[in-house]
């Protein structure tokens, strides 16, 4: 399947050190506020080796119309480490409606020892993750294409 590239320059952290330990991600997904936008299907963030992250609140229904939401995630892996991953945002297409329209996504870093949050990346409109729905055809979109 084919994956939709959309790549983004770093914000705040350009300048730091990649030995500094990140402790926390901060992941805001926003689902834009349009009909079916919506998904009920299991959302993640893959971070290439360092492990793929389920994007979801027990108990709740996640990825709504209109929805912005942030997700913790705890790590322990270097900024350098970080800044060689492929990131991917997607789905596992199951559920009624599995399509998305992703709005915005950011990532925020938190380095160990630190109580300050940093912005790593930012993405506007990234559109509809489906395989049902164009133009793009896919459940998953690379924001990062880390060092082969």
């Given at each position: ?24 991600i901060a992941v ?22 360092l492990g793929s ?73 990234i559109g509809w ?20």
């Amino acid at each position: 399947m084919e994956k939709l590239q959309v790549y983004t320059p770093e914000v705040e952290t350009r300048n730091s050190s990649g030995v500094r330990i990140i402790s926390n991600i901060a992941v805001t997904v926003s689902t834009k506020d349009k009909f079916l936008a919506g998904t009920d299907a299991h959302v993640f963030l893959k971070v290439g080796s360092l492990g793929s992250f389920p994007l979801m609140t027990i108990g709740e229904d996640d990825f709504e119309k209109g929805e912005t939401r942030t997700y913790w995630l705890d790590t322990s892996f270097t900024l350098a480490g970080l800044r060689s991953e492929k990131i991917e945002l997607g789905h596992d297409n199951t559920g009624k409606l599995p399509g998305w329209f992703v709005s915005e996504v950011a990532i925020r870093i938190k380095f160990a020892g630190s109580n300050m949050l940093a912005l790593y990346k930012q993405w506007g409109e990234i559109g509809w993750l489906s395989l049902d729905t164009g133009p793009y055809f896919t459940t998953i979109a690379e924001l990062q294409a880390g060092s082969e």
